[in-house]
Structure formats: structure tokens, C-alpha cells
């Protein structure tokens, strides 16, 4: 089966819709789970590596929740660009994408269950969201879970809980997380205050591509650190609570910019629309970030009809992998080749939408 | 400033954050900053760092304690495995390397034993654990405060408790 051809197109993806979703793209939980009777795949020798995988990959194509349509395949089967589509779906990991064989992805049509086998765990399962969907993340992974525990024999230990490779996942083995747009706070500059206090309650938060990356296009992903001495649920709720927070600071903060500097904020959304429309070369990195700020402007109605849903397909097809896809010839595009075919496509895209427009009600004017 | 990992070439990757109120700070040269991942962002995490960080020393000092040198006769993991790459080889490891694991975990961690899901296979075995463990803490007060009627009772209730684990 081919992946390219399994996979949502980015426009169809892009129109998922879920509670929250102007500031919240998406929402997900993992769960990790190893074996009891094979060594942790990290340690693992291939022979065992194997036949850990061996008894894994049948017993998850046969889960309910996967369907009978669902993508199943050896990591070796796949190739280097089917890889990193795959991350930059957030379908698998940067780590599992580098495995071959031994290690497996078994997805289901809808792209909301995602299990990677013989990641850093045997078992790395992930159900995913749009928008603040945190508890029906959690429910739908912990029926998976519940599922699964009866046809193997996963590793459990009274103290530890769930055993892992790394102790950092110990316990619960949960990852809830969700990814933010926050551009109003990022321009607010509110954003390292903001951080700090995230940090403070224990939450991790990282760029797109994770810690110690800028957040490029101001997306922000939150997640937890501790797993052990503290029930599913109560991560679950504890995170979902901080969420609830985020998107109303990130509300007030686009309010607070509208009201105080409009000025401001209205050029760097004029300006963002006039380089995606006109650019002729343009890095991914600027790429994201201009995307963010016409996104802010759609959602504060500076673009009459434009979707939401344009926006966040631009914010996909502009990655490497996915330009790269959908390049005529689709061989390996030097990076400078990239950038113009990145900005043709961009200037093809934004024909459709219309040039920014004042607000509706202007606000007063406050001097800039 | 050198790196804290190699101790030989100069820090020029500087990371921060904040565990507890507290705030750590890393500072890594370039090859081991590539080597720990920091450089591939997406497989970061600083928390996989700073088990790397404090952990090294505490699990040579739990090791030690047993004559060093800990093995998992199971999957043949060592301390310096352990060590080297702050995760484990196999369920097991988690009993021959128990003696560093609590300091290890309690920084990292909200408490050191698991809370939540529990597998249906297990949940009976693990509720009557929970059973012995409440009654045998409270037999311990109980004969603290000398109330030996009560510890009595409890004594029986574990009796029978202890009795039904084993079925």
C-alpha cells in the first residue's frame, strides 16, 4: 500500500474542525507500552526486535479500532520522503522515522490512531484530535489500551506502573499534548512570561519541531513531563485546564492589540499578505511565519470569506517534504529550487484571497 | 566554560530550565550536544538530560553500594549502560537497578509510585496489595500506640487478606 496515496489530502485534512480550534490545532495522547518477556527495542537484538514485532504488528491490524482499511507496514517498506510526510503529519515520530526494519506504522483511515512499533517502546500509541479535545483523545487511546492488554502480555510493575525504556515515561507511559497558535501573545510580547509559568506547573513547552527550536510560525506545543504518582486522568484534566487558560490569554492578548495597537498589528498582517502574494523566493522559516500572521488576520476577519482552512493547508504543503511531493518531476528539489517553487505556489494560492480589509468596526485610534 | 558531559571542550550550547521552582541549566559542547539530541529538536526533551545529568552519579553510588558493576542477568544490561543512555534494557532492570531508581525519579516525577490505569489481568492482585499495604501501615501505628485490641484486629483482616493474595 502506498502512504502518499493512503493519506488524507492536505486540503481535507486541513478542514478537520474540532471545539477551540481557532487557537488549538490539535490535540493528542500517547501512551507507551512494552512487552513483558522482550528486552526494550533500544537494547534489543535484531532477532528479538523481531519477534517482538512479529507478535505486535498482528495483534494492533486486528484491533476494532483500526478498521478494516487501515495502513499497516514494515518501516522498511516506506521511503525517505513517505517518512517525512509522515512527520510532518505529526503521524509519527522524528525518531521512528528514522527506523527500518523491525519497527512498523499501523494508522487508521481517518488518521486519529497512529500506533508505532519498535519506537523507543515496543508500542508508542497515539490518538489524535482536532481542536481541545483532550478527554476524547484519552477516552478513545484508553479503549485501544484496555483492547490490547488482552491479547498481550504488557509489562506492569506495582510501583512503576507501566514500565518503559526511558524512566522519564515511567508510570502512566501518558504524553497528553496539544499544539497552540499564539501569535497574539508572541506580539503582545506576553509570550516568556506565559512560558515560564507553563514551566512552573510542570509543562513542557516546545517549538513545532520540539524543544529548543524557535516556535516558527508561533505554534507552540504544551505537553507533560511527570507520568508516575499521577493518575491519567488527572494530567488529562490538569493540562486541559492550562489550555483553557492559554486560549483565553491568547483572546485577550488579540483583543488587547486590536484595541491599543492596530497600527501595528495591521501591518504586520498587511505586510505578511503582500510577501506570501508576491514573493518569488521564500524560506520555510518565513514561510511559517507570515502564514501565522494571515492567519491571525482570518480569524479577525480582515480577510471577508477566506477559510481557515486555506491557511492551515498553505501551513502544510509549504513543508519540505510535502513541496517536494508535489513537484512535477518529484526528485530531490535543491533547497533553492525549493524556495521559488515554495513561492510559485504560494503566489498561485493567495490569488484567491481577497487583500486585507480595516476591521469592521475600526477600533479608535490610539497613537502608535 | 566546558561542557558538563565531556569536561574537555568548551560549553557552547546553553539550556535552561525551570524543575521545581528550581532552575537547571546545562551546558553542553557541540558533539555532545549533538550526541544527547539536542540538536534534533523534535527528539529533545531536557528532561532526558537532566536524568543523564545528576543520575550518572546516583546510579554509580546505588550500583557501588552492591559491589558496582550491576548487571541484568536477563537482558545483560549494565550500570554503565545505564548510565550511558538514561534508559533501560528490559522490564527486569527495573529490579536489578532499583536502588538508584527513587532518587532518580523523585525530581522528575509527582510521587514515585504509579497512580492510574492498572491492566483488568492485574487489578484484583494490585487492589489486595493496596489492602495489605494500608492494613500493614496501620497495624504498624497501631502497635505504636500500644492500642493492641485494634492491632489484634488487624492482624486478623491481613491474615485473611494475605490468604486470599495467594489464591
Redesign the interface.
Known sequence: MNIIEFLISPAEASKRSGPNDRIVFSSRVRLAR?L?S???P??AKKADRIKAYEILFPAIRALPQMGPEAFAESLEKLTALDKQIL?ERHLV???HAAKGAGSGLILNREETLSVMINE?DHLRMQSLRPGLQLRQAWLAI?AV??DL??RLD??????????T????N???G?RVSAMLHLPGLVLGEQINQII?AV??L?L?V??L?????EALGNIFQVSN??????????IVERINKVLLQLVEHEENARQSLLEKKPKILLNSIGRAYGVLANAHTIQSKETMNQLSLLRLGVDIGLFGQTPKALVDELFLISQPAHLQLNHPDREKLAAEDRDIYRADMLRERMKSVPSPQEPAAPPSEAPV | MTCQFCKQKDATVHLTQIVENEVKKVDLCENCAKEKGVNDPAGFSLADLLLGLGASQQIDEAGDAKGGGLRCVRCGYTQADFKKSGRLGCSDCYDVFADGLDPLLKPMHKGIRHKGKVPGSLRRATDLNQQLLTLEKDLQGAIAREDFEQAAQLRDQLKVVRTSAKT
Do not use: W
Open positions: 512494552n513483558k522482550y528486552p526494550f533500544g537494547h512527520v515520530s522524528r525518531e523507543e484508553d489500551d484496555s492488554e488482552t504488557i509489562s506492569f510493575s506495582d510501583k512503576y506502573g507501566y514500565l525504556a526511558c524512566p522519564t515511567l508510570g502512566t501518558i515560564q514551566n512552573k510542570g513542557a516546545r517549538g519541531y520540539g524543544e529548543g527550536t513531563q511527570m507520568t508516575l504518582g499521577e493518575s491519567e486522568n488527572e
